[in-house]
């Protein structure tokens, strides 16, 4: 967790697109070039793999929640045999005796000289864009019961109210 507290990432997904032998695209995690459902992603012991479709999804972790990450991507024991390509083994974090808080916001906005393309672009809204990351953890009975709560909030608007412009008559 220090380490992740080093880096600028916000989610999971951040984190393992920065590893070796991990790529993202389209908001998916490809390890050792495998298909998103040769992968296994593992939350506190839990698997997070859709059990119909192998589809593992969007791994919805912030990165102020993950206390250890682990990437395996070969030699697995057993108890992983739907792996193929990979397995992602995170740990959140616990509470403690200390209660804490984190809090963590940004806006933007995109800015672009194709607005023949993005509709509105040359408009910035600093609000377009906003994330909101809150955290908080402490105890709920001193020394033998705790808590660790995390949320987080994005919004993108602007350039993904773009124009129409392929029409698939003309193909």
Known sequence: SDDIANKNVSSAEDILAEQVGVTKQDNEIHIRGG???ESLF???GMSVKDPLSGYSGNLYVTAEAIQN????????NAEYGQAMSGIVNIITKDGSNQTKGYL???LGDFISKKSSLFQNISDIQLSSTKNLDLSLN????????FYFTNARSVRYEGPYTGKRIF?????
């Open 138 to 145: 402490g105890p709920i009975i001193k020394d033998k019961l």
């Open 35 to 37: 298909r998103i459902d």
């Open 69 to 76: 990450l682990e990437i395996v991507t070969g030699g697995y």
């Open 104 to 106: 963590s916001s940004y």
């Open 42 to 44: 593992v939350v506190d």
């Open 167 to 171: 029409n698939y008559y003309n193909v």
